[in-house]
């Protein structure tokens, strides 16, 4: 089964600054989906960011970047000149590329980031 | 709808009633997953419907929760008998496809006193 780990449980960031989140999985799935998802005090939760496993490019979304090192299986994430809002949880998820039930997230514990102006 | 739709937003039920949450999904969207996310904690798979049918429910806790989709749109997660670890938020997420992009619903926090 796979598995989604998050090491840092709190993490905290200067205003405009830059911070890495950490995300590590384990699987032996060859090809999957790996997700950064953003959950603010409202606990809506946001998609940010999207990276396909086949695809060697790093994926990014304006402040938004990760680092996918398949060998390694980490995924995590950058956010650069960090902003009040960014402040929230930041979950991990995986997903096979199978449909149906085994296209369900799994998702990590999260990580709460806290931004200081 | 323009997005997932889940009511109530908030429910508080005393230990031992029943409760019923509802989750709209965006028309047309023929994958509909439940997720239990405990304070703290990231959500967990409950359960998954491919139109009407549900394919798999082996992340439902017990034989108190049961889960419907009768006519491929709503969706609704029954909790009998409730009890005080039920309490948590419970998401629903939909996607056009199987295997596609979810978009989430707000969630219902359910609270057991």
């Known amino acids: 089964a796979q598995t989604v780990t998050q090491s840092q449980p709190e993490m905290s960031v200067q205003e405009a600054e830059t911070v890495t989140l950490s995300c590590t999985y384990d699987?032996?799935?060859?090809?999957?989906?790996l997700f950064w998802y953003k959950q603010p005090p409202s606990r809506q939760m946001i998609l940010v960011i999207r990276?396909?496993?086949?695809?060697?490019q790093n994926a990014t979304e304006n402040r938004f970047s990760v680092n996918f090192q398949k060998a390694a299986k980490s995924f995590s994430l950058k956010i650069s000149d960090s902003q009040l809002g960014d402040a929230a949880m930041y979950f991990c998820?995986?997903?096979?590329?199978?449909?149906?039930?085994?296209?369900?997230?799994?998702f990590g514990k999260g990580t709460k980031l806290s931004v200081k102006p | 709808g323009a997005g997932v739709s889940q009511s109530p937003r908030y429910k508080v039920t005393k230990r031992g009633q029943d409760v019923a949450l509802r989750c709209d999904p965006i028309?047309?969207?023929?994958?509909l997953y439940w997720y239990r996310q405990a304070l703290g904690q990231g959500p967990e798979f409950l359960t998954y419907?491919?139109?009407?049918?549900?394919?798999?429910k082996s992340g439902l806790p017990n034989d108190r929760f049961s889960a419907e989709r009768p006519e491929g749109s709503i969706s609704t997660l029954t909790i009998q008998r409730t009890e005080q670890r039920d309490s948590a938020m419970y998401r629903c997420?939909?996607?056009?496809?199987?295997?596609?992009?979810?978009?989430f619903g707000s969630g219902t926090r359910l609270t057991v006193v």
């Open positions: 699987t032996s799935e060859s090809d999957y989906y």
């Open positions: 419907f491919n139109y009407e049918a549900q394919q798999d």
């Open positions: 997420a939909s996607s056009l496809a199987q295997g596609g992009g979810y978009t």
């Open positions: 028309s047309g969207h023929v994958s």
């Open positions: 990276q396909e496993a086949y695809k060697q």
């Open positions: 998820a995986y997903r096979s590329p199978y449909g149906g039930s085994q296209g369900n997230l799994i």
